[in-house]
Structures are given as C-alpha cells and as structure tokens.
C-alpha cells in the first residue's frame, strides 16, 4: 500500500470508518490516549530523545509531547506526504525522512500499529534497525492488533488503510525481539474496554496476560 495516497484524507477516511470501532468509542482520540496513556505508566525513565516511528500524520505526537514535555520528539515514517502534514501541524516536531534515520540516537522508540504493515520477511529487519537507533539502555515500546481478539479482526479487515495487513501475535513479536539484542521489560494485552467502561482500565495491570485485548504492547530495552 502506497501511504502517500491516503495522508491528505487520513483523518476524514478514519471518521467514515467510525461505524466499525464504535463499540469501543465515538472518538478517535480516545485509541490515541489510551496508549499513550499506558506508555507513560509503564516506563520508568525520563527519556530526552524521542521517536514517533511510522507517525503517519501524526496523530498520537500531541499525546507524546503531553507525556514527555520536556523531550526533543522526533517523527519518521516512509510516506513524505505524511510527514509534510507533519512538518506543517507540528513545527516544534524534529521531521526526519525515513532514509536519514540511522543517523540519529534515541532513548524512546515509540511505534504503534506499524509491523502489521511491514511484510513478514523484512520484519525482523525493521527491528535491527529499531535497535540500532537507540542508545545504551533506549526503550523500544510496540503497539500491535492482537490477532485473537475477533472484534480487532473485524475492524482491520473493514479498515481501508490496513487491506495489506498481516497481524503478528503477541508471541511471534516477543520471539523476533528476543533474537536481537533486547529485554523485554513488560509485554502486555490491552484495550479490554470501550469508553464507557474506562474507569476500569486500571484494571488492565492485573489481567494483561489474557489473550482477549483488542491491542498488546511490549516495552524492550537494548542491552
């Protein structure tokens, strides 16, 4: 899938798909939020360089900055439209093109809802570039669809930016980042509850290892 041919309609194509994730909310920022959310209670350190990695037109940059307010936040992504929207919403945002990338260090490598979009031979690839981009103790923090929730196996296959979709489980992820140079620090399910239910996410802590969340996450360290 060509990502350039969808940046200028990204936000009004995802509200036309409102119909399909209105169980969990009729706000898109409420996904956003959500995981940022999780991000910020899950790591322990104060990171000063930050990468959006796959940022798209980054939408969840707004939620890093809230985060980590006193972090330089960078952005990357292969689509050059994307990252022109981007340079033009998010001026304080350090745009770096993708081919440029490993010319930076970074503490945090935020990276959600990317690897189901990268074939499956080149995965374990993007992931030793990951790790090179990071600096001596850096935080790699992965958002993926969980193949075994039926309710995310419907929206990503009613969802016009994910037809090229191949979902990786929870284990297959852990299995390519155990291969590299990492620990895994905390790998979770999450996204168990729709808006309506949000005061329980604090449950989530307790029952992330059930298999039934719409999303998981993995925070690694580079050792």
């Known amino acids: 899938m060509n990502f350039n041919d969808y940046a200028d309609s990204y936000n009004s194509d995802l509200t036309d798909q409102k119909a399909i994730y209105k169980f969990f909310t009729s706000k898109r920022d409420y996904f956003l939020e959500y995981k940022t959310d999780i991000l910020a209670r899950n790591i322990k350190t104060s990171p000063q360089n930050i990468l959006d990695f796959g940022c798209g037109v980054g ?47 970074f503490d945090l490598i935020f990276c959600s809802g990317v690897f189901h979009h ?46 090229d979709a191949q979902l990786i489980s929870r284990n297959n992820m852990e299995k390519m980042i155990n291969i590299l140079p990492f ?32 999303q998981y996450f993995i925070l690694a360290e580079k050792t």
Not at 80 to 93: W, Y
Not at 184 to 202: A, D, V
Request: with cysteine; proline share 7%.
């Open 59 to 105: 939408l969840c940059l707004p939620y890093l900055k809230n985060i980590f307010p006193r972090g330089k936040i960078s952005a990357t992504d292969i689509s050059e439209s994307g990252l022109s929207i981007v340079s033009n919403l998010h001026p304080d945002v350090n745009v770096i093109p993708d081919h440029q990338l490993s010319n930076n260090l």
């Open 118 to 163: 990268i074939p499956i031979e080149e995965r374990l690839v993007v992931l030793r570039r990951l790790n090179g981009c990071l600096s001596s103790k850096g935080i790699l923090c992965i958002f993926e669809h969980n193949p075994y929730n039926p309710i995310t196996q419907k929206m990503v296959s009613s969802c016009i930016f994910d037809q």
């Open 183 to 214: 620990e895994i620090l905390t790998s979770k399910y999450s996204l168990f509850f729709p808006e309506i239910f949000s005061r329980w996410r604090t449950i989530e802590q307790h029952i992330g290892w059930i298999p039934f969340g719409g």
